[in-house]
């Protein structure tokens, strides 16, 4: 019954993020620039509570990405599962009370992410390649992510904390 919970809460987060992105996130653009609080959520989850969780999240958060903002089906589901997978089998190597890792790893997913999309739009599409504005969008927003993520660090460490006593764990934060 615990995680039956637990997956209530971490599913609530999901929805309150998909919901602040579309209605905030979307809104707000800094230099020509949205933020992505979904790659913070699930850098950050996946990073402090494993492999597993990281999936599911990124697969969660990935197909109601696909059916709010995607132009075809399985691209963002597809980009969320390999943050998640990647970002849970590198939760190991360091230590997880630090900002800076997870300052880090937000950067570098987001640059990833950015630039395996644009590929994806550019190979399906057939969109023209403008490699100085990709590169000012992948900087930028790499940016403003850190930013968020050092904001949201504890919000998402206390839900970490959550996730993991309900994954019956006694290992916490």
Known sequence: MRNFWTGM?????????????????????LFGVKANIGIILVVAL???CGQGVGIAIGITYGV??????????????LLFFLIGFFCGKMSNGFSKENKATLVMITTTTTV????????????????????????KIVVLEAIYNVLLSGLCFKVFSNLAEIINKGKRSYYLL
Do not use: H, M
């Not at 109601?64 to 589901?77: E, M, P, Q, R, V």
């Open 46 to 48: 996946s990073t402090l």
């Open 9 to 29: 809460i971490v599913f609530c987060v999901i929805l309150i993020s998909l919901w602040v992105q579309l209605n905030v996130f979307n809104t707000i653009a």
């Open 64 to 77: 109601l990405s696909d059916i709010l903002f995607g132009k075809a089906f399985g691209i963002y589901t």
């Open 112 to 135: 990833i992410f950015e630039v395996l999309s644009y590929f994806i739009l550019v190979v399906v599409y057939e969109y023209e390649v403008e490699v100085l504005s990709i590169i």
